[in-house]
């Protein structure tokens, strides 16, 4: 969350950052906020639609846009609907539930667009030609509980500091079990719905509440970094039924016998097939190197893709939408079109997933994966899954096919399919791949400024982009996936 300056930052346009307007949403931009204007400067206003009339303040003045903050929803929208979480304008994991499904779509087909336009590095010409080939975008199968993965924080709703004999002690107040709200990582918003996830959960989190009520099991607070509860972390098998559920701690060695005896108490929940706990003594929620402890089942569960079977471990990566990522893998090869004798990169591979599904279609595939455990769960799958034409490296993109090349070119690539972190592509990595002279660069993104950026690149060295489909994997949220496929000319 922006906070609101009593200091004018930046006075070039005479708006100061705590100075309150009306303004009306025009439309929606990258990122979810909804911009309006004040005399021609331009203003995004976070957890605005577009026909709405707010009141805002202005947080910063950034010289070529402001930010601000909502005091006060002053019109509604005509196509305002009532959101359906009691959480939604708290919580900060949905950004768009009170507008309709199909017109949230619409905004991000429009965004993708305009993204394109503004971002890419190209000339003017070539710039106004890019909006023309962003498709229709693909909805998700499911508008509501399509996540397959959900993560929770133990935490207090509540935490202030009193001076108590010279010493200032923090008094932490009501353990809760919730979400940490956007900028907030001191203390938790207890949540008892979601609808971005399984049906189940408002059951599984009064157990929880009670479970802490029960055992009065510490709740690790970040600040002391004391307390032994400290999130609970939730995948299912959407395809198998399958779900797992595992409670991050931070625990001593002769602590862990009796808080694995509490944690069994959740063994009996249906369709339950991994409980894990997990310990974690870092500072960060997510464990460097995880201790993981099963007390029921396997370290992991199994979800399928088309007829493919993957084993997903806790903190792996796998698409969040399950039916979403059928309809991705769809897009990616069509927008491949491989012929049986093309040789294909799957260039940030995860767990191998594309590469398993494209593998059918082409002659040969070559997977790429940085991370240790990923790449070996990509081996371990795609033996079970029986694909004898693919072979995985383990390391950085970058590196690796820097390497290829200086071996004289073991792979002539007829197509490089990347799909990077948010971050998008190094820069070694597109020098690397124009080095390939692939046909085809499929490029998956779920950045669309990230991939403007570097889709600059490939556009000026003699590539032409053929089209855009967006997908869209994350409903009432502002992500977006996109697949985009630049040909040789
Ligand atoms: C968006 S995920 C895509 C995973 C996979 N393609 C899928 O659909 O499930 C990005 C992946 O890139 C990996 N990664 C990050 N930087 C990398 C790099 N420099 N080289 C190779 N892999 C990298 C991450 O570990 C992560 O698994």
Redesign the pocket.
């Known amino acids: 969350m922006s906070t609101v300056h009593n200091e004018p930052e930046k006075a070039s346009n005479g708006i100061k950052a705590g100075q309150e307007y009306t303004v009306s949403i025009e439309k929606l931009t990258f990122g979810g906020a909804g911009l309006a204007h004040i005399d021609g400067q331009t203003i995004f206003v976070p957890g605005a639609i577009p026909g709405q009339q707010v009141r805002i303040s202005i947080t910063k003045n950034k010289g070529r846009y402001c930010e601000s903050k909502i005091l006060k929803v002053i019109k509604r929208a005509i196509e305002e609907i009532q959101p359906r979480c009691q959480h939604f304008h708290d919580c900060g994991g949905c950004t768009w539930q009170n507008l309709p499904y199909d017109k949230q779509i619409d905004y991000k087909e429009q965004i993708i667009r305009e993204t394109l336009e503004h971002l890419t590095p190209v000339g003017e010409d070539v710039r106004k030609q890019l909006p023309g080939r962003v498709l229709k975008i693909i909805p998700s199968p499911q508008v509501f509980h399509y996540r397959n993965k959900l993560e929770m924080s133990f935490g207090y709703e509540a935490m202030t500091a009193q001076e108590h004999n010279g010493k200032r002690i923090t008094l932490d107040e009501s353990p809760v079990i919730g979400f940490h709200q956007p900028g907030n990582w001191e203390t938790v918003l207890p949540v008892t719905e979601c609808h971005l996830y399984d049906e189940q959960i408002g059951l599984l989190v009064q157990d929880v509440n009670r479970f802490m009520q029960d055992t009065k099991l510490p709740v690790y607070n970040p600040k002391t970094n004391k307390g032994m509860l400290r999130s609970l972390l939730l995948r299912r098998g959407v395809q198998t039924g399958e779900h797992m559920i595992a409670f991050v701690v931070k625990a001593r060695k002769k602590e862990l016998e009796p808080l694995f005896q509490h944690f069994m108490r959740f063994a009996g929940r249906s369709g339950l097939t991994s409980l894990l706990v997990i310990e974690n003594h870092g500072q960060n929620e997510k464990p460097e190197i995880p201790k993981i402890h099963t007390l029921v089942g396997q370290p992991y569960i199994k979800e399928r893709l088309f007829d493919l079977e993957f084993e997903i471990s806790p903190f792996s990566?796998?698409?969040t939408n399950t039916l979403g990522?059928e309809k991705l893998y769809r897009a990616i090869a069509s927008a491949a079109d491989l012929s049986q004798t093309d040789t294909v990169l799957?260039?940030?591979?995860?767990?191998g997933?594309?590469g398993q599904y494209l593998a059918r279609y082409c002659h040969k595939v070559v997977g790429?994966?940085?991370?240790p455990t990923?790449i070996d769960d990509a081996l371990k799958s795609a033996g079970k899954n029986r694909i004898g034409n693919i072979t995985f490296y383990k390391?950085?993109?970058?590196q690796i096919l820097d390497n290829q090349l200086k071996a004289g070119g073991k792979y002539a690539f007829d197509v490089i399919v990347v799909?990077?972190?948010r971050a998008g592509l190094?820069p070694k990595?597109r020098q690397a791949i124009l080095a390939h002279v692939p046909k085809k660069i499929v490029y998956?993104s779920?950045n669309m400024a990230t991939c403007a950026r570097d889709m600059g690149d490939f556009l000026k060295e003699g590539y032409e982009l053929r089209s855009v489909q967006p997908v869209d994997l994350f409903p009432h949220t502002a992500h977006i996936e996109t697949v985009s496929v630049l040909q040789k000319k």
């Open positions: 990566f796998f698409q990522a799957d260039a940030y591979c995860g767990m997933t594309i790429i994966e940085s991370h990923a390391g950085r993109t970058e799909d990077p972190p190094h990595a998956v779920c």
